[in-house]
């Protein structure tokens, strides 16, 4: 196991990360909940698969658990709603300690009922999908979806400690597995050469489970998300980077009104699409645009591109939080590792794309379902 340290405005803290990870959760709440009443956040499916584990862990520390349904759609501010008036009736205050227990929507609702109950409670996150473990659980970024756009409220909250646990990835299945694996290679592509080189030599062992695959990209993607967030907490900078492929994943979601796409697999169109629109815009080479692709479309079949007009799309995007004045600015590679941000393109171009991406595909439809 490795412990991986973040800086924060609030103060530094730890990412355990590595098989066994869990089983410290006990000298974490000792560490930095000493005499607080716990209050899990998961939701129904998780709980099934862990809940007996982690209820043996805290034992008496445990006051409620509050359960949540984990699809995108239910990232909302009712959700945020309930979960408060939950902790309101089973007498939560403000030295209460939140323990997120799921995937990322999970994450981001219970990381951001913390930031707000009581103006401020503390966190900490069990992240038990791979999305989860690698970026959305790190970072202190909480928040949810309005109608017109993705993590539209929310606030910039670090938790008090991130517990990533490979063993709890077991029963994910395949494809929410899958999903986190684009994840993993939008940290080659932004600034891991390296990362970038083991995936496209080590998919299939990854694609297995393999543990040693398993804990060498996680480890790369936590190291590498948290030298980000540490130097820019609050995505004034350099944190930018790590919105590679996702002005393009936030507008596919949303117009498919998160129903189609797990947030992995929007990202693995994202990067295809923000790989073509860098070579259009003469920043990127078509040769490696290709590896970017192959990589992506490596881990598996994608949810074919939405039959939308592409102007819907743009309209979408108008809606992403990294729009500046009503101009969008993208994120884009220019070599594998290095990425440039708050790129304005040619609108000819992002037109190209959209309808690039949009003809037909060698991809599998597949349905989304709900998150761990």
């Known amino acids: 196991m490795k412990k991986i340290s973040v800086r924060a405005a609030k103060g530094k803290y730890d990412v355990l990360v590595g098989r066994g990870a869990l089983g410290h959760l006990p000298h974490v709440i000792a560490k930095v909940g000493e005499g607080k009443a716990v209050f899990v956040i998961s939701s129904p499916r998780v709980w099934r698969h862990c809940g007996t584990r982690i209820e043996k862990i805290l034992g008496h520390s445990r006051r409620k658990t509050i359960l949540m349904d984990d699809a995108e759609t239910a990232k909302n ?9 939950d902790l309101v009736r089973a ?11 799921g995937g990322g929507v999970v994450g981001d609702v219970a ?15 069990i992240p038990t999908t791979v ?49 986190g694996i684009y994840e993993i ?18 998919m299939e062992k990854l694609l297995r489970r393999d543990s040693a695959a398993l804990q060498f990209v996680i480890e790369r993607s936590v190291a590498q998300k948290a030298r980000v967030v540490s ?31 797990l947030h992995g697999e929007a990202v693995g169109w994202g990067m295809i699409a923000a790989a073509k629109l860098a070579v259009a815009e003469g920043i990127f080479s078509a040769r490696d645009a290709e590896r970017v692709m192959r990589l992506t479309r490596s881990v ?73």
């Open 77 to 85: 501010l009712s959700t945020v709603e309930r979960a408060c008036r």
């Open 91 to 101: 007498g939560a205050d403000r030295r209460a300690l939140v323990i997120a227990v």
């Open 111 to 125: 990381g951001y009922v913390a930031a707000s109950y009581a103006r401020g409670i503390g966190v900490v996150h």
């Open 131 to 179: 999305v989860a473990q690698v970026d959305s659980a790190l970072g202190g970024k909480t928040g949810v979806n309005l109608p017109e756009g993705k993590n539209l409220v929310g606030a910039f909250y670090p938790p008090q400690a991130v517990l990533a646990d490979p063993d709890i990835l077991a029963t994910l299945p395949s494809r929410e597995f899958r999903s």
């Open 185 to 202: 290679i939008k940290y080659g592509v932004i600034g891991d050469v390296k990362l970038f080189r083991f995936l496209e030599d080590g």
């Open 231 to 261: 130097e820019d907490e609050h995505e004034s900078g350099l944190r930018e980077i790590l919105n590679y492929g996702h002005t393009f994943a936030h507008a596919l979601e949303s117009v498919t009104r998160y129903r189609k796409y």
């Open 300 to 372: 598996g079949p994608l949810p074919a591109w939405p039959a939308v007009p592409p102007a819907r799309l743009v309209a979408a995007m108008q809606a992403d939080k990294k729009t500046r004045a009503g101009r969008l600015r993208f994120v884009l590679p220019e070599r594998i590792g290095k990425v440039r941000c708050g790129v304005e393109v040619a609108a000819d171009n992002l037109l190209r794309v959209l309808r690039e991406c949009a003809a037909p595909q060698t991809v599998t439809q597949a349905s989304a379902g709900p998150r761990r």
